[in-house]
């Protein structure tokens, strides 16, 4: 398989870094511009809404541009994303640039996919995409605690730069690595919008939302939730962040596997009630255990969520290719969107909950979203079951 793709796979784990690891940030945010943690998570809305409504409109109008060129120049935007938030003096400031990495971060992903498939033949092309898609999970593994850990040293500031650093590095070897002349197809919006409209495509993307704005409600918030609820140091962090990283690399095969032998429809149910008891367990750790036992309970809880959150993923990837396997980017391309618009309603969610309640109530109802996708899923498949004819 062509190596240039593992370069590709680094500026995922660079973009997916600065994705993961806000949330750990927040508190030292909120305290340096003088806002609330709710506010502060308008961060993480801001980021997700972007990226699910700039991606798909992005993608269509560079569709027929030399890839390298795109890669690259989102690489750029990135970059200066990254160093203007390091730099931001005001808070209007660091939203403008979180809105600026997110459109380029969206762009890199649906082009690298892509140009990954372009540099090796038919055979070798789920394998290229799973590399390139890879450096996201490795930034959830990896990148995120580093990031963490940077500022907890050097500031959050540290943190922009450190990523300005890493996206800049993937830049440059892409631009003497990546060839010239990989031009892609323009895919007009409505050809988007057509799959959407597919039978059983979206009860799919409404679960995925669904899934997300319940994970997402406890994830943007999980440094209050540790550091409030829990009674942890925010050095802890750095900590929580790599058993969720851990367990979300485990969750990440597992899901696939599982989507394989048991059926991806029965692994993405299995996923929804597992993830829907363990938001639950956050909010119950705070609210019946000590502070001495809360914040080790909290800590043992990351890596069995990542497992159960990220095994729902690659599952759900299968269930939306099965039902338009000849629109397979288009449904894909909807299901980020769709992803990313739980990332962003579920920091609005958290926000809210904050806002009039304690981090300890963020589990409770955050497990309400994927109770109503799992109600999604089993609907559709009492549905799609064959009606039996009475006898004549």
Request: no cysteine; aromatic share 8%.
């Amino acid at each position: 398989m062509d190596k240039r793709i593992y370069w590709l796979a680094l500026g995922s784990f660079a973009i997916s870094t600065e994705g993961f690891v806000i949330s750990s940030l927040l508190p030292d945010i909120a305290r340096d511009a003088g806002i609330s943690i709710p506010l502060a998570g308008s961060l993480i809305t801001a980021f997700a809404l972007a990226y699910a409504l700039g991606t798909p409109i992005l993608a269509t109008l560079t569709g027929d541009w030399d890839r390298r060129r795109v890669i690259l120049w989102t690489l750029v935007f990135f970059v200066i994303g990254n160093i203007a938030a390091a730099l931001s003096s005001s808070f209007e400031v660091l939203l403008a640039a979180r809105i600026v990495m997110a459109l380029s971060s969206g762009l890199f992903a649906a082009t690298a996919q892509g140009t990954a498939v372009a540099l090796v033949d038919d055979h070798h092309r789920a394998r290229a995409i799973a590399v390139v898609v890879g450096g996201t999970t490795v930034a959830v593994a990896v990148g995120a605690p580093l990031g963490a850990l940077v500022a907890a040293f050097t500031g959050w500031r540290g943190t922009f730069y450190a990523i300005a650093g890493l996206g800049a590095l993937a830049g440059a070897i892409l631009w003497w690595r990546l060839p010239r002349g990989i031009v892609g197809t323009r895919l007009p919006l409505r050809r988007r919008l057509a799959a959407a409209m597919r039978p059983g495509v979206m009860p799919i993307l409404a679960t995925t939302t669904l899934a997300l704005i319940g994970a997402f409600t406890v994830f943007s918030f999980i440094a209050p939730l540790a550091i409030e609820g829990g009674g942890l140091s925010p050095i802890a962090l750095p900590g929580m962040l790599l058993a969720f990283g851990a367990g979300a690399v485990i969750g990440n095969i597992a899901g696939g596997q599982a989507a394989d032998r048991f059926g991806a429809t029965r692994t993405v149910a299995w996923s929804l009630a597992l993830s829907a008891a363990m938001l639950v367990t956050f909010s119950l750790i705070p609210i019946f255990l000590p502070h001495s036992l809360a914040g080790l309970a909290l800590m043992g809880m990351m890596v069995p969520w990542g497992i159960v959150g990220w095994a729902f993923p690659p599952a759900q990837a299968s269930r939306i290719i099965k039902l338009a396997p000849d629109a397979a980017p288009i449904v894909l391309s909807l299901n980020a969107s769709a992803l990313y618009l739980g990332v962003a309603l579920g920091a609005v969610v958290g926000g809210e909950i904050l806002r009039y309640g304690a981090p300890a109530d963020l589990g409770l109802i955050a497990a309400a979203f994927p109770v109503i996708g799992l109600g999604i899923v089993l609907a559709g498949r009492v549905f799609a079951r064959p009606v039996a004819m009475p006898a004549e």
